[in-house]
C-alpha cells in the first residue's frame, strides 16, 4: 500500500524538483517579506497594512550557522523509540535577497563535519516522518556542493 | 529617571531536583524574604507571583497559590508570565504599584519544579504555535538554539572552545561558594571537554540544566524603608522589560526564522542590546558604573555575548575579556558571582528574581565567600523566549 504524500505543515512550501520552493508572503503596501507566512496582518508597525500575497523565497541561500541534535527531541517530534537515535544537522541559513535567516533540517547524511558558516545551500524537498498512511513532507537545506 | 523602590528581604530556597511542589519552594522563598525583611505575611498589601506553565492551574496563577499557601489575608494579587523573563516581569508589577501608591509592601515570588530532560511545548496539535511547530517540524530543542548561537561566534568573533569551557570553570567555581547553588563541585576545562556534545559545538557542561528552586524579595517605597528603620537599603533603580523592534533580524527562541530585512532597515541594536542600553538609561549609569553583573548564562558562549550586549566590552571581544580575568572575582566587573544557570540550573520564573537577591546580597555586603569588595551598583540581564527583555538595575 502507497501511503500519501502531504506535507508536514500546510502552505509553507510547494513545487516539485528544481522547482521546488519555501512560500512566504509579502506585503502589497510596504513589500515586508514574511516566513513562516503572515496571512492577516502586516507585522511592520509602520505599515498601514496591505494585501498578504503568497511568495516563494529564493531556492539558494548562505549558511547563517550550524548545529545538530545528538539526543533524540521530545515530542511533537516524531521518531521510533524502537530505532537508535540517528543525530541530524539543523541548519540556519540566510537568503540574500529576502534578507532573512530560515532554520530547516540538513537532507540525511550530511552531519555537521561537512558544513561550514558561509556556505552555500539550497532548500529540496524531503520527508519528515512517516505513519501507516502519510509520508509527512518537509524543506531540507543541502549543501550545493552535494549531488542527491 | 525613575524614582526607586527598596529591596527589603530576599529568600530562596536552594536548587536543586527536590522531587516536591512548586508551591513548597516558592512558599519557603518567600517566607525566608520576609524573616530577612523583618516582617509578617500579614503586613504585605500586594503580592505577585510569576507563573510555572508546568504546575497546571495552580502555576497560571502562582500569585495566588502562594498567598493561599500562605494564608489567605486579603492582599492584592497578580500573576505574570513571560517565560524566562517572568521574574523580572513580577518585580516591574510589583514596582509600578510601589510607586503608583497602591501598596507599600509587595512580594515577589517564582518558583518551579521542573521535569527531566529538554523542556517542551504543551501537549496537543497546535500548528498555530511557533513553540510546538520548530519541535514537530525540526525537533529544534533549546540547546539547539544555543548551538546555532554558540557557531556563529566561533565563525564570526574567533571564539573557541576553550573559551567557553573556562566560563564553565569560573561560575562552577562560584556556585562551589553558594548555598543555593545546585552544583557545588569545581570543574575543569578538561571535565567540560570530556563531556558528551549535545549540539554541536556545544557539551553537556557547557549548557544550563533545568531545575527545581523558589526566590522571592520584599519590596517597599522608600517611605516605607525609613519608618521600617532601615535607613541605607538596596534600592532598584531600572526594571527593562522591553520587546524586539521590527525586523529581528537575530534568530529567536522558538522561531523557525527570522523577520526580513528586505524593505525596512533593521534597527541599530539586537533585543539584547536595547535590554541593557535601556535600563542604563532609566538608571541614569553605564556600564562603567558597575560593580557586578548577573547573566543568564543559558550557555557557556551566551555568557560571553551578554557581556557585549551589556557594554562590558565592544562587540566579539566578550573571550578576549573573559581570559583576561575581567569577569571573574577580584577582577574589574565580576560577572555571575552567583555561579550562574551553570551552577543553578534553570528554574524559570525563579531565575530572574533569584539574579537579583545575589545582587542585593552583594550590595548589601553579605555575599560571604562570594562578596564583591565595595559592590555598589548592580545588573541583572536576561530574556525570555517569545521576545521578552529583562534587566533590573540595583544600587546602594
Known amino acids: ?148 | 529617571m525613575t524614582a526607586e523602590v527598596a529591596v527589603l528581604g530576599v529568600g530562596m530556597h536552594p536548587w536543586g531536583k527536590w522531587g516536591r511542589s512548586f508551591t513548597e519552594y516558592g512558599t519557603a522563598a518567600a517566607l525566608a524574604a520576609l524573616m530577612d525583611a523583618g516582617l509578617d505575611w500579614p503586613d504585605v498589601g500586594s503580592v505577585v507571583g510569576a507563573d510555572t506553565v508546568r504546575g497546571g492551574y495552580p502555576g497560571y496563577v502562582a500569585g495566588a497559590t502562594f498567598a493561599r499557601a500562605l494564608g489567605w489575608q486579603g492582599a492584592r494579587v497578580a500573576s505574570v508570565y513571560a517565560a524566562c523573563a517572568s521574574g523580572a516581569q513580577a518585580i516591574a508589577t510589583a514596582r509600578a504599584q510601589i510607586l503608583a501608591g497602591l501598596a507599600d509592601v509587595v512580594l515577589v515570588v517564582g518558583a518551579d519544579a521542573a521535569p527531566k530532560g529538554f523542556f517542551r511545548p504543551a501537549g496537543g496539535d497546535r500548528p498555530d504555535d511557533p513553540d510546538w511547530l520548530r519541535f514537530r517540524l525540526l525537533g529544534a530543542t533549546n540547546p539547539a538554539y544555543f548551538g546555532l548561537y554558540a557557531r556563529r561566534r566561533m565563525a564570526v568573533h574567533g571564539d573557541t572552545l576553550e573559551d567557553f569551557a573556562l566560563v564553565k570553570v569560573k561560575n562552577a567555581a562560584l556556585g562551589a561558594l553558594n548555598p543555593y547553588a545546585r552544583y557545588r563541585k569545581r570543574v575543569t576545562a578538561e571535565e567540560v571537554a570530556a563531556s558528551a556534545v549535545v549540539a554541536d559545538p556545544l557539551r553537556l557542561l557547557d549548557i544550563c540544566a533545568t531545575s527545581d528552586g523558589g526566590a522571592a524579595l520584599v519590596l517597599c517605597s522608600m517611605d516605607f524603608a525609613r519608618r521600617h528603620g532601615v535607613a541605607r537599603p538596596v534600592r532598584i533603580r531600572a526594571v527593562s522589560t522591553v520587546t524586539p523592534r521590527f525586523p529581528n533580524t537575530l534568530l529567536d527562541l522558538p522561531d523557525i526564522a527570522t523577520d526580513s530585512a528586505a524593505a525596512v532597515e533593521p534597527p541599530g541594536e539586537t533585543l539584547r542590546a536595547s535590554i541593557a542600553r535601556t535600563a542604563y538609561e532609566e538608571a541614569g549609569i553605564g556600564p562603567e558604573d558597575l560593580s557586578l553583573a548577573e547573566v543568564y548564562d543559558l550557555s557557556t558562549a551566551l555568557e560571553l555575548q551578554w557581556y557585549e550586549d551589556l557594554g562590558l566590552c565592544g562587540e566579539g571581544e566578550g573571550a578576549k575579556l573573559l581570559r583576561e580575568g575581567a569577569t571573574a572575582p577580584g577582577g574589574r566587573i565580576p560577572v555571575n558571582t552567583s555561579g550562574g544557570l551553570a551552577s543553578f540550573g534553570e528554574a524559570v520564573p525563579a531565575q530572574a528574581i533569584a539574579q537579583v537577591c545575589e545582587v542585593a546580597r552583594q550590595l548589601r555586603d553579605a555575599a560571604g565567600d562570594r562578596q564583591v569588595a565595595g559592590a555598589r551598583v548592580g545588573i541583572t540581564a536576561n530574556q525570555g523566549l517569545f521576545g521578552h527583555g529583562s534587566s533590573v538595575i540595583a544600587v546602594r
Not at chain 1, 550557522?65 to 524502537?82: A, H, L
Open chain 1, 1 to 148: 500500500m502507497s501511503r500519501t504524500r502531504t506535507p508536514a505543515v500546510s502552505g509553507w512550501f510547494g513545487g516539485e524538483g528544481d522547482r521546488f520552493r519555501l512560500l512566504g508572503t509579502r506585503c502589497s503596501s510596504c513589500a515586508c517579506v514574511f516566513f513562516p507566512r503572515e496571512d492577516s496582518h502586516c507585522r511592520n508597525p509602520h505599515c498601514a497594512g496591505g494585501t498578504l500575497e503568497e511568495v516563494p523565497l529564493s531556492r539558494k541561500g548562505r549558511i547563517w550557522s550550524y548545529t545538530d541534535s545528538r539526543y533524540r527531541p521530545p515530542s511533537p517530534y516524531v521518531s521510533n523509540p524502537e530505532l537508535p537515535w540517528e543525530p541530524y544537522a539543523l541548519i540556519a541559513v540566510e537568503l540574500e535577497s529576502e534578507r532573512i535567516v530560515v532554520l530547516g533540517q540538513a537532507v540525511p547524511g550530511v552531519t555537521v563535519a561537512d558544513l561550514t558558516v558561509g556556505m552555500e545551500v539550497e532548500v529540496v524537498p524531503g520527508v519528515l516522518d512517516e505513519d501507516a498512511e502519510t509520508t509527512w513532507t518537509t524543506w531540507h537545506w543541502r549543501p550545493t556542493g552535494v549531488t542527491a
